[in-house]
């Protein structure tokens, strides 16, 4: 039994599927199974069930996990603790970032941390808003970017700004030339979306529901990078914020209007149980310093917070 197995099995454990630990753990699915095989193995004790739609933890699987939370919760709450009193960050750094911000936030913002702290091992998770929120929740990650429709207030959270939903099409198709584009412009469109729990979806259903509106789901697709393709190729209209569509827009291989009324509040967050670490701090930091930057600069069509 090693961290490596308890971090795997909470993981799977907190989404209830091995798809989807293995999509934030950026491992193998067969590898994940692996690895919770041997712990049952070695426990003696099956701890997940498998079904036909993701797991479910038995009995002896929910003792388990309560155990290995109140561990790791031990040893990351040292860890914090003891790095916080540190002058310079170090250690290893676990954080969360949505798809949307891959081009305009994740890649700048990593490459400028690891060359202010070299000595912080960064371990980056991207994922959907909810299963963020949830990881930071469990301790599995020590900080994340999520929308603030995640109920935010069990966390300590910062609010960094807020910014339009867009309608992205092919190239040449017909939106407004200025301005916002209606809710009801969005009506029997083939869109594209993301799925369920996440935050963007649940933004542009209850946007059109409260108006009475009918909406077409083509595609359920939780990249931004896919949703963007299938949006230039002309397979559907892609609803996304700006800060994912700025460099296809830039390269006009597509189109995009912002969505009138319909909004994104992204805050960093991370647990109210532990001591935020210098590194994580740094990192709170630096994020906000480029998100102003590149409001200021025009350069994210976004609101700052405060």
């Not at 753990?25 to 739609?53: F, N, P, Y």
């Not at 038995?58 to 916080?84: H, I, N, P, Q, Y």
């Not at 909810?130 to 930071?136: E, F, N």
Request: aromatic share 4%.
């Amino acid at each position: 039994m090693n961290l490596r197995q308890l971090r795997y099995f909470l993981h799977v454990a907190e989404l209830r599927s091995f798809t989807r630990a293995a999509t934030v753990l950026h491992v193998a699915q067969s590898a994940l199974s692996r690895q919770i095989q041997a712990l049952e193995e070695e426990l003696g004790v099956t701890l997940l069930q498998r079904l036909d739609r993701g797991v479910a933890l038995t009995e002896a699987g929910a003792l388990f996990k309560s155990r290995v939370e109140t561990l790791l919760e031990g040893l990351e709450r040292a860890r914090d603790e003891v790095s916080a009193r540190a002058s310079v960050p170090s250690g290893r750094l676990s954080f969360g970032l949505p798809p949307s911000m891959f081009e305009m936030v994740t890649v700048p913002l990593l490459a400028e941390y690891r060359r202010r702290y070299p000595g912080v091992l960064l371990r980056v998770t991207e994922g959907i808003s909810a299963d963020l929120h949830q990881l930071v929740l469990a301790g599995r990650l020590d900080a994340a970017v999520v929308s603030s429709t995640e109920g935010v207030d069990r966390l300590e959270s910062r609010l960094l700004l807020t910014e339009h939903l867009c309608l992205v099409g092919a190239r040449g198709a017909k939106l407004p030339a200025r301005g916002e584009i209606p809710l009801e412009r969005l009506a029997g469109l083939p869109l594209i979306v993301t799925s369920r729990p996440n935050a963007l979806r649940l933004i542009v259903e209850d946007a059109l529901a409260c108006q009475g509106l009918p909406h077409e789901v083509a595609f359920e697709v939780n990249s931004t990078r896919v949703a963007i393709e299938l949006a230039a190729l002309g397979a559907g209209w892609a609803v996304l914020p700006y800060c994912g569509i700025r460099d296809a827009l830039l390269a006009q291989r597509v189109v995009a209007g912002p969505i009138r009324d319909v909004t994104v509040t992204w805050a960093f967050v991370h647990s109210r149980e532990r001591t935020l670490s210098l590194a994580a701090a740094k990192l709170g930091e630096l994020l906000a310093d480029l998100a102003g930057r590149e409001v200021r600069a025009g350069r994210w069509k976004a609101e700052l917070a405060g």
